[in-house]
């Protein structure tokens, strides 16, 4: 990483730390508007963050991997998450996947190459009753079927624009 | 005794409620009626299930929990029936606030236990007979207890994890890991290092360092107390028997070692002795019929270290109290712990100035061996293997620094731990407690009582004052402490705070001395305050109360030592270890000091013919003059925190 | 949209309850909850009142209230429902509860997965402080100052357990604490802390508009009130009803239009699987208890499908630290596979059984403690289905 790179991160840090606070309990927060920022939080944003809780970076690492919603791998701009939960399976997950599989390129797990999608699969995400369901970054989706499969990939820009700065004034506010 | 490193509240990173247990109790001589198994009695209110069954004798296996951490109840091996609940409890973990019934064995407990001692056995992969805790490891003693004869869950055909040899001292190897999370509170709470920790979750839950990094590549201070704590195979130290038995095959090679007090205050364990059962004279014979040439007392260093780091503290006094010189600032901080060592140059890079210059007597012998020791004897120092015995594991990582290398060799060839060396004497045959008596090899020959007590908590620090105070004042320690053990520094107090008077009446300066200062007048009355920390997570705290200008920081000389009880509690000691084999090492140590003196020989460092005798014919420019500086002093790298 | 059916909490007035509150002493709000015998809602059934009044009077500088919107159940999705219709009465909830015990800050820990669902919650939030509802003073009662804020989760279904959630409001790996000392007394920082469920809060505004007894005369004498049910699977009308509690299982499906199940599981993953001659049992505290999922399977759905959906779920969700759990899940799925392609003896049944049993009394929390629920009630209700299988290549 460049040096004005890291000092740019260094600064939103120390901003965060002025918004949520400088004890432990602040460190999920942090971490999540990393996350929501730049799609992966790297070993320098750990070790920073480390630094300022008066933490071990190794502690972050342990809460990094614990929450699915945080990473140190890099998401794409759009984080699919596919609803494999009994309701959704029941109700057709598995023909969803597979379009997306296909219309991506990618399988679950995997981020395409011009980082612009992940693909993962979520665990029950509360809409049993509107399966198959899944998530595309916040927004949640319903009635997903293989045909709008193209459709959702081909208005992911417009309708929900990149996960960045407009979500995270909604989680400092 | 109680060892407060015994992971304190104040520094234990466990959530609140994890490990203090908040009683509701009227008063604390609060009792409550249990009723476990056939026995039925009153114990203090909070007093845990498993306390109260080992008060009783009445045995429930464990595996994640250890006296010297806070509590996990992560294996569920403790589980007991407690009437009227639905499910089986931790007995570690369950403290008792209201009057309970408790059954240790039943047919619930008893299937549970052994079913989760099949599934730890479905996830480890190890061979007991290629380990080196066969017959001393947790987990087969479960599997025997519970009479484990196949693997109801199945067992690993192939390791699934590379062990990790990067270090030059812990060596892990995670397909014997049962995830009882012994080693993260060990390096989180008792020694504040933080290299270790859960990661991911679930099945895939691993014991990681900072993103899975090498052990070599990380803040690692190789204390070793995670070995020491470790139930499994799965953290030792790196093994260097091989090299030290080619080294002994090798009929052109002069092999000498150096043995620590510590190990001889512990390696008895491993021959089924009493902890606190002193081998020191036995074991001087089972190293030569081991086949070392030659078996030296690292105490004889260790009273070396003392004059030249007495004398490096006397001349910081002086530059910083008349001549108001700084640039070696106060307190000096005691280096001969290389665990605290690496722990300063991580976290407190910028306090690097304070650490005395001295090498560990260690080292020091190391230099010494190939230099002055090789020129005596006429023997080529290509041609010596130096190897030392220490309790600890951070020793192999120093003799492996770069800076360790002033004799021109590499000072020191091996470190072996207590363990290793027992494995050798094992190995050869040898019953150690049946050995007879021997003394140390010459010209180091036998130390003073003063190097012996380097080995606990605080014994640097009372083997630098009995030298310091005989030097002021011209009289005998006794005159002050009775049979000089100067107790107000003894113990097992995660952080001392002492103060000595030093009297208005100040004697000549001795002569080794003499060149350095001109005489004690700026002594006369003044307060010698000193400070103890054992523990790294002791040390942290010293560290952050000279930081905030805490009394710590009016001291003039402080003694760290990395591992809980100073060396005798190092991560090279006989496993297991607890604040009772700790405090019975330290009565073994305390015993062969007192011992000196009952003997009549000497037991303060400046007393030390043989070290005198260096000073006359080799060291010619005296403690800490050009010569010393060369062999026995060194420099520090600030690392920083910052993993790389 | 969720499709429901008539619900009390349409008709409740907002801020009633709290204001009713307000003109009481703390213990008088406890001692009507109490009164109202309400069970929490997030499926344990520990009587909320008792909770609260072990709250009140354990010893704490600061106190907290927990509002746990961490639906993670699979089959769950009431209090989303909740939270969209009725933010105000789980807020109003909160505030009492507040009060009741002493408190003055309340968390609700909101899952990652409804972050949609949380700008709704901060303009309702910040409406509230507006008119005084929350904030210093609270409705001009000099005594009580309360604020609420909202912590998100992070994708972690154990972080619904209680003590889990707590670490994970401290900042740590949501794994569960041991127990005792409760949260009542060592909670968040230590200090005496409540977690309720969602639709717990929501009832406590319900039942100070309406009376202890008008809550205690719904449903039956050990479990009052009414449920809200969250219906998913093989029915015509999924979605959130409210039942008084003690409807038979029949009544539910008959509700959500379905007459052909073959199974319905009650209480989601961690919960029951009952055969048809079991839907005439009640679904309460003292028969089938339940945080609210209902999950129906038609006749050509094949149980060991489910049973392996649900065993996939816990072994990705454990939290990892404790043996029989973390390891125990991953050899029930295991397990499933083997019997799915035919190659499961029935000794290894047997012990996949036991273990089951294993994992229930000797697991750390509740989510190992029910995670072979589902496990263990298909192959006692659907044993001819399960063994005798036709062999087939094992999955890859
Ligand atoms: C694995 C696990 C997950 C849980 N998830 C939830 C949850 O999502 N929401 C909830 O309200 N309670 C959940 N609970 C129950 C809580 O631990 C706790 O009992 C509940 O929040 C108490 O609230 P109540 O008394 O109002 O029901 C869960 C428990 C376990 C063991
Ligand atoms: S760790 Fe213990 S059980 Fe495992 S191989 Fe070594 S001795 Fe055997
Ligand atoms: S050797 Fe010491 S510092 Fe290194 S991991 Fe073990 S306990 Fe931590
Ligand atoms: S490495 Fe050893 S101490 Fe650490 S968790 Fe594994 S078995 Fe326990
Ligand atoms: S039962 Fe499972 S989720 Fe609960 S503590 Fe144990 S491993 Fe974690
Ligand atoms: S020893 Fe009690 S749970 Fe491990």
Redesign the pocket.
Known sequence: MLTTQQDRLMGEINELVEVHGHDRSALIPILQDIQSRYHAISDFTMQVVADRLEIHPVEVFGVVTFYSFLNEKHHGHFVIRVCRTISCDMAGKDAVAQQLRSDLGIDFGETTSDGRFTLEWANCIGMCDQGPAMLVNDHVLTHVTPERVHDILAACEKTFGPHTPQSDEEHTL | MKDTNACADDTCRAPVSQRTQVVDAPGTSATVKLKIDDHELNIPMGTTILEAARELGIHIPTLCHHDDLCVAGVCRVCLVEVEGQNTLQASCAYPITQPITVKTHTRKVRQARRHIIDLLLSKHYGECYSCFRNNNCELQSLAKEYGVDFFRFGHPEKPLYEVDRSSYSVVRDMNKCVLCRRCIRTCIDLQEVGVLEAAGRSDGTTISTYLDKPLGEVVCINCGQCINRCPTGALRAKDRTDDVWAAIDNPEKHVVIQTAPSPRAGIGEEFNQEPGTPMTWKMNTALKRCGFDKVFDTNFTADLTIIEEGTELILRLYKNLVQSDSSQPLPQFTSCSPGWVKYIEHFYPEYLPHVSTCKSPQQMFGALIKTWYARMNNIDPANIVSVALMPCSAKKFECNRPEMRDSGYKDVDNGLTTRELAQMIREAGIDLPEMPKSDFDNPFGTATGSGVIFGSTGGVMEAALRSVIEFVTGKKVENFYDHANIIPVRGFEGCRYAELQIPDEVGPVPELIQHLVPNWDWLKGATLKVGIAHGTANAKKVMENIKAGGKFSECHFIEFMACPGGCLGGGGQPIPTSPEIRAARARAIYAEDAAYGDAGKARKSHENPAVLRLYSEFLTNGPCGHKSHHLLHTHYTARGKYIG | MTIRNNMTLSSVEKNKGLAAAMKMEPAGVIGIIRGSGMK?????G?P?GA?WHFAASAKGERKFVVC?A????PGTFKDRVLMDEWPDLIFEGMTIAGYAIGAQEGILYLRGEYTYIRKALEECLAKRREENLLGNHVLGNSNFSFDIHIHMGCGA??C???TALIESLEGYRGEARNRPPFPVNTGLNGMPTI????E?FAWTSAILVNGADWFKAIGTSKSTGPKMLSISGDVECPGVYEFPMGTTVNDVLDAAGCDCAKAVIIGGA?GHCLPPAEFSRAICYEDIST?GAVIVFGPDRDMLDVAESFLEFFADESCGQCTPCRIGNVKLLEGVRMLKCGKCSTNCLRDLCALGETMQCASK???GQ?SPNAFLSIVRHFKNEILGRACTAAES
Not at chain 3, 40 to 44: E, M, N, Q, T
Not at chain 3, 70 to 73: L, Q, S, T, W, Y
């Open positions: 929490g809602r997030g499926g344990a520990f909320t909770k746990n961490d639906e993670g159940e279904y154990v619904g357990e209680e977690v309720n469920n969602v717990t961690s945080g929390c509740g989510l029910s």
